[in-house]
């Protein structure tokens, strides 16, 4: 079965600080996908990023980037000097490439105060 | 603009009174899906459809159906509703566990 950690469930930092998200998966299939997805407080849910299991280049998009390391089945997200804007429920998500959905982990609360 | 569209968005309703949500895609995506999310437990599927008239249990089903009549309409039933299915629901299409489109979510509460 597949399963997906997120430890933290909040954090709080102050604007311009780095704030890194932790998520630990567990699967037993070989391909697969790895998702991040921002939940602000409006609700919606906004895709971040997607990993396949076959790519471990890690990314920087702008003030995102993200470390995944499937020796120790780890993708983490690291906020680069922090907004307010920023503010919200991050989630990771385990899409195995035979199934039929995403598994999310608990989510990440973010609190940038200016 | 591609989207999925769900209605209401906002629900209070009392327990008992059937009630149904509607999902739509404009993407022509075969697979569509149900989640419901609540605090600490993330997002976790209720039902999920391949295609039309083709559809499966996801992890909580319990107190959910759903239709697939047409291609691009994934409607979620409760029958019964209870006040333990308040919750925030997410109709999500794409190219299953590769890319999922997500709806704005509907909230619902049952009092």
């Known amino acids: 079965a597949q399963k997906v950690t997120q430890a933290q469930t909040e954090i709080s930092v102050v604007e311009k600080e780095d704030v890194t998200l932790d998520c630990v998966y567990e699967?037993?299939?070989?391909?697969?996908?790895l998702f991040w997805y921002k939940q602000p407080p409006s609700g919606e849910l906004v895709f971040l990023i997607r990993?396949?299991?076959?790519?471990?280049q890690n990314e920087i998009s702008g003030r995102y980037s993200w470390n995944f390391q499937k020796s120790t089945s780890s993708f983490n997200f690291t906020i680069t000097a922090s907004q307010v804007v920023d503010s919200a429920v991050y989630f990771c998500?385990?899409?195995?490439?035979?199934?039929?959905?995403?598994?999310f982990g608990g989510g990440t609360r973010v609190l940038v105060k200016p | 603009e591609a989207q999925v569209t769900q209605n209401p968005r906002y629900l209070i309703t009392v327990t008992g009174k059937k009630l149904t949500v509607t999902c739509s895609q404009n993407?022509?995506?075969?697979?569509m899906s149900w989640y419901r999310q609540d605090p600490g437990l993330g997002l976790r599927q209720i039902y999920y459809?391949?295609?039309?008239?083709?559809?499966d249990k996801g992890d909580v089903p319990e107190g959910y159906k759903v239709s697939r009549k047409e291609k691009r309409n994934f409607p979620l039933i409760l029958e019964s509703p209870s006040p333990n299915q308040t919750s925030l629901y997410f109709c999500?299409?794409?190219?299953?566990?590769?890319?999922?489109?997500f709806g704005p979510g509907t909230r619902l509460t049952v009092l």
């Open positions: 999500a299409s794409g190219q299953g566990a590769y890319t999922q489109y």
């Open positions: 998500a385990l899409g195995e490439a035979a199934g039929n959905k995403l598994t």
């Open positions: 993407m022509n995506h075969e697979y």
């Open positions: 459809s391949m295609n039309v008239e083709v559809t």
């Open positions: 990993r396949n299991s076959f790519d471990e």
């Open positions: 699967t037993r299939d070989t391909t697969y996908y």
